[in-house]
């Protein structure tokens, strides 16, 4: 399928690829909101303001057994007014939401009435329009982003509060809870939602082949250039290029047959090939896919 | 010391106390910038779209050698659409300047003209007033509140870079280095600053046992209370304390001999005094130096 | 052209309809601006903290004078930890910019290699790739957009300022000034990029027209079910074109021609033309062209 | 009462003055509020994507109708993807908010332990502390500041939705709502909380008094520097004025005694007299007073 950058078509990518890079950053996203988590789940056991003044001699033994029994950790020291863990723990969330959200722009766009190589599977009654009864709405992508957008100022609003006076500041506590726990339902949505969208996502490959040629075979020009680099330098090659560019843009010629015109080179089939721009990326796409094994097998 | 819950006095605690609270959360802060940093160090070379097509059957052996030369970690895939290192960097160094400014605001709030527990070093032409020549400003710790403040919305930026189209988005790229870059800037201006203002702190322990004494010993409330629920029960407990509390504030009589007015009970010495109320929280400044010190030699 | 919802077509508008949208957005939020810098552009003449008490009895004659001077208002009430004027401006900045950005996020996606209905202005070495030659970058749209994003929380810091302490609070007042300059700054460069953007945007209509039928006429669906709905009622003619519509989706029917199998009814040419949907949209157009030339003319 | 700059003592101001400031303030937000609101009150009526294809040649005589049976404004155009009003509207919200909050920051600071020249109103369970029962907390202003940090952000997600794609953007529109009707319910929740402190707010004019006497004088430090440049001349006066502070500071000298140590200048009573510094305040407090009546009666 075409790869796109600033929507422009770039090089050709596979769609096997797009998969591997959001599950890249999921993958890692998830295991960073784990460690977040699991960073956060600390006691919080301090009397009024952190010294546990009225267990007195015993306030560090009643901490102790109580963090024993609630299978949380114990802190070196109080943190009603130390919010970092907190903030680390927003920041966790809305970037997992951040990286579900990437996968919903991108399907979203590859919707679009003038790509439409992917569909959001069908549902009766969810994503049509009660005054346009022929669209095929992104309504699943559309719930995802939002979800995303609307609790990205949560981690700023932990960081705020982290600016709080002596032993319990004022004005910022209730907010910080109020802004987490929305931010990690907002989540719990959009992982459901993701999954509904994963599971019954319609791709259409023949139009991903097609998409692939609107260019008249210019997303190949990078791979000329480089093979005609080889035979003629860079500089030449670089020359040769825009002028076969000009003519597939302006007359519509093919790419292989405007080569020809302007110079005696030929392209071997393979040097134009899918197969011979995929090569690293196929391997990426299977570390990818390893740390991501691993990764679960660890969890296991 | 007094111990500020809202501005309001709580229960005593020590300065060093204080300064233990800070210094938890700057060397946790201060760790996760380095995990930060780590994990975003890791190399960036994929090409036009992350592919490396334009190295064919080269492409993951020149990166791993890149790599290596640069010292830099590879990535499982290229990252060009995948910001959430950067993100999670960003995070971390506004989390560890929010720390340093939670310090300067207790500070300043410290200076202010009806506490003057604590002054920020005194240097020529620093922090005097052109119009108002009595005044010593909080200048430093403005400043650094200012630093953080001025960048708290960075990673709320990267974040919302995250939700960009295919293998390069428009129109996040640029801001991110720019925003990213400042908030570098700004963390290490306060940095420095802040190791001005501590070196040169100037501390009146006299001020701070004086403010102790500002609620005629209602600071102490607390732990009479506790003393009281031991012998009376905690609801009669209640119903005394109040009544003390009552004539303390109206009459401005000492709370010993309020208690003794309202109750034949006697308080020991000990029971109001600072170090009874300080038992844990010694314990705990002690925990937050072993771990500062474990992790400086774990870095040595 | 093809009306765009969710980036999925809807139904048919025009060119004309698009640009009058974006003017009459810009032509307010310029408005807008100008009003917010009018209400702004007020005296701050106070003294250490406002109260002009170094002039004393001569305080406000000299105010007064000075405001005549520089031309400025002269406001109730000194005005150094009331930020709001500053805040409103801010957001007036941001808001134009942001309706900039909205115009170019528009074109960005026309220039899209499926869509491309438009193309920034050609211009040597501008838009064009180091490594993909034949791209057409939306370089300008690009540019108006992260001018725009990148000060979007401008608004909010000032927003923030306002709850500063007493006469003058701390950390919050340098901060305001490089973040509103940055604003006009960033707006000061998207304003020059948009005119040039605008002065040569090649338009394709050609490609409009042509992309107005991928559908194989389903934006004309609204239409042709109003007209159905007078004939046959809404619920019939809600049946009938989902019938119709799914044979033009499945077979690639013609939509006149998936009409006449399902149905009796024959649709007048009128009926699905571009004229019959716009009469609206060209009476809106209208209004917006007096108003902005209504304003520019008080304004002359 | 002390006028405060950076929490420290500055000039002496009045409470009148300190009031006038809030309600220039809060008067001038609320006016640009209603402003906002009017100017958001206007008709949207477009059908699908704006154009009223749908109602053909009667789309403009049926808005027309509408706006006025709903008493709304017509627009000139279809505004579903043109959010500035809803952005003007939300960034009016928070600054009232902000307005407001700015009073509330400003009496939690004047209740603070080493300050108590205001008290909020006293009520039953309201304020007290269950282990702490000798606190009178600021619980009202809290609520108060809370409500306006949690709002800060909505202006940013509006001005953000602005930049959506075409007739209607992905991922927008429900959180504008959400955003918005949030920041009107925490305006109501915080404009009835502040007419419950201003009720019964309790203010303690003989602390304000005693503040004021808290630098030995030198709060008027600014007054008598002016008094003393009238007659010898600036810089020399700005040499005694140093001197003086310096000996007030160190020993805790009164002010007057500490000049004729230093210098031969007798202060006549008034120069350093509280009515001599308030002249140009009082004729701005008065100025306020005039707005605001003016403002209430236009809208009477």
């Known amino acids: ?162 600016l709080q006076e002596h032993e319990r500041g004022i004005g910022h506590c209730y907010r910080e809870r109020v802004a987490l726990s929305e931010a990690v339902q907002q989540l719990s949505g959009a992982v459901t939602l993701t999954e509904d969208l994963l599971a019954g996502l319609e791709v259409d490959e023949g139009r991903m082949a097609r998409n692939l040629t609107l260019t008249g075979g210019l997303i190949h020009a990078e791979a000329m250039m480089i093979h005609l680099s080889d035979r003629i330098g860079r500089i030449e090659a670089h020359r040769v290029l825009h002028e076969v560019a000009r003519r597939v843009s302006e007359t519509g010629a093919d790419l292989g047959a405007a080569l020809q015109e302007v110079s005696a080179i030929e392209l071997p089939e393979r040097a134009l090939g899918f197969e011979s721009q995929m090569d690293a990326a196929q391997a990426m796409i299977e570390r990818v896919l390893e740390t991501v094994a691993l990764n679960q097998h660890g969890r296991g």
């Open 1 to 162: 399928m075409a790869g796109r950058s600033k929507l422009q078509h770039g090089v050709p990518i596979s769609f096997g690829y797009k998969i591997a890079v959001w599950l890249d950053q999921i993958s890692r996203t998830r295991l960073g909101l784990a460690r977040a988590l699991e960073e956060a789940s600390i006691l919080q056991l301090g009397g009024a303001l952190g010294t546990l003044a009225a267990l007195r001699a015993d306030g560090m033994e009643v901490r102790r057994r109580l963090a024993l029994r609630l299978s949380l950790a114990e802190p070196d020291i109080s943190w009603h007014a130390s919010r970092d863990r907190m903030a680390a723990l927003a920041g966790a969330v809305v970037a997992l939401l951040a990286a579900l959200a990437k996968l919903a722009v991108d399907v979203a766009h590859l919707m679009s009435t003038e790509v439409e190589e992917l569909r959001e599977p069908a549902a009766a009654g969810r994503g049509s329009s009660s005054t346009m009864p022929q669209k095929r709405n992104p309504v699943i992508c559309e719930a995802i982003i939002e979800a995303a957008r609307s609790v990205q100022h949560v981690p700023g609003v932990i960081l705020g509060a982290m």
